[in-house]
T-cell receptor, first 117, second 116 residues
């Protein structure tokens, strides 16, 4: 079945540093990937839609200069949290849409827990 | 705009009893509905989806859901719950299944606790 991986699975960083999270589709091509943020005991909030070879589309209220998204290939999208602050601590989940699926199936990664000290 | 409501924050059920997790939706157009399960510190696992056809959809781990257009509902059910079903469940809706840009909208989630 379709597998999406995320790396790292957890990261702890100091305030002011930048953190990069990778999202990979392991056995399918994904022209579109999505980045979500989830606070404890809450639902997933879509941050941005990552499009291969073009700029990401950000949801309202999400700072594009703070959350940099790069989708350089059909199997990899990266989210970089720049100048991280404690309020950026959260669980970040990516998903990838199978470009060849009849119904554009969307598969989720295992998530990355970011803790900013 | 599309939206999903999961009216119950938590559902408690005894092991072996039937489990129901409620979901209602609001969309303009034909809805495409999904259920996902999330275990602690993990991503979302796909359970089942309704695209078209039979209103009763069977999915993974013995779960099923019934699409009810008149009531705009897509409740998740399992005839006999297991302790291992304890997790966070999300209902999601999407409009325009073949359009690559269309996004999933998630409900707030329902925590299921199955007691031995």
């Amino acid at each position: 079945g379709a597998v999406v991986s995320q790396h790292p699975s957890w990261v702890i960083c100091k305030s002011g540093t930048s953190v990069k999270i990778e999202c990979r589709s392991l056995d399918f091509q994904a022209t579109t990937m999505f980045w979500y943020r989830q606070f404890p005991k809450q639902s997933l909030m879509l941050m941005a839609t990552s499009n291969e070879g073009s700029k990401a589309t950000y949801e309202q209220g999400v700072e594009k200069d703070k959350f940099l998204i790069n989708h350089a290939s059909l199997t990899l999208s990266t989210l970089t949290v720049t100048s991280a602050h404690p309020e950026d601590s959260s669980f970040y989940i990516c998903s990838a849409r199978d470009s060849l699926s009849s119904y554009n199936e969307q598969f989720f990664g295992p998530g990355t827990r970011l803790t900013v000290l | 705009a599309q939206s999903v409501a999961q009216p119950e924050d938590q559902v408690n059920v005894a092991e072996g009893n039937p489990l129901t997790v409620k979901c209602t939706y609001s969309v303009s157009g034909n809805p495409y509905l999904f259920w996902y399960v999330q275990y602690p510190n993990r991503g979302l696992q796909f359970l089942l989806k309704y695209i078209t056809g039979d209103n009763l959809v069977k999915g993974s781990y013995g779960f099923e859901a019934e699409f009810n257009k008149s009531q705009t509902s897509f409740h998740l059910k399992k005839p006999s719950a297991l302790v291992s079903d304890s997790a966070l469940y999300f209902c999601a809706v999407r409009v325009g299944i073949k359009a690559a840009g269309n996004k999933l909208t998630f409900g707030g989630g329902t925590r299921v606790l199955v007691k031995p």
